[in-house]
């Protein structure tokens, strides 16, 4: 039965890059990373369950990326915000769900997929806006504010770094990632751990310019 399944599966890829997109010319095929593996076809789990965002809470909104990341990403699940991955995470990520998106395609024909050069503009997109990873450094045993920042803050995405916003910008970050955190179903800090977690941002942001 196994068997089965693994064959129907492959047989399933194989289609699929022989559809990856209408219009893609065969050179443009060849840039694209080779199949991920089976693990395409967790369509029940796309990514997990990402926070609800409207399109005007995606970064440069009214950008070509974000309009692309807002309308074809949210076929299957909640549009993802750039702040979710690092930089260097985001090719492969990507990558993995557009190979989703023409398994959808090749089954559904009304489901939309990218062109090549959208697909780069949706991936430069989510890597210019990408979260910037706190220094390692920084999460000291002693600090009971960085703890309770590393605690909570990890549940979701990488830890940011503290500097990438300046202090009187964290309240209203903080607040925005708490509304997420409760929408995901994640533990939401008390607010006593969001007075901590603010000490720790506000001590270590950017400064002013």
């Keep these: 039965m196994k068997k089965s399944i693994w064959f129907i599966h492959m047989l399933t890829l194989i289609f699929a890059f022989g559809t990856l997109s209408s219009g893609w010319s065969e050179e443009e095929k060849k840039t694209v990373p080779e199949e991920p593996g089976l693990e395409v076809f967790h369509f029940g789990n796309m990514g997990g369950l990402l926070p609800t965002l409207t399109e005007d809470m995606l970064p440069d909104s009214k950008s070509e990326g974000a309009k692309l990341i807002f309308d074809l990403c949210s076929q299957c699940h909640n549009s993802p915000g750039p702040g979710l991955h690092i930089k260097e995470d985001w090719k492969n990520i990507f990558w993995r769900m557009n190979w989703r998106m023409h398994l959808m395609n090749a089954q559904f024909k009304s489901f939309r997929v990218p062109t090549y050069a959208q697909s780069h503009i949706m991936l430069q997109y989510l890597m210019d ?81």
């Design 129 to 209: 806006h990408a979260i910037k990873p706190l220094r390692s450094n920084m999460i000291s045993d002693k600090d009971e504010n960085a703890q309770v920042f590393n605690k909570v803050c990890m549940q979701c995405h990488t830890l940011p770094d503290p500097a990438q916003h300046q202090a009187d910008s964290w309240s209203a970050t903080v607040a925005r990632m708490k509304g997420h955190m409760q929408s995901m179903g994640r533990y939401v800090p008390s607010d006593e751990e969001i007075v901590r977690i603010l000490t720790f941002l506000k001590a270590n942001a950017g400064k002013d310019p």
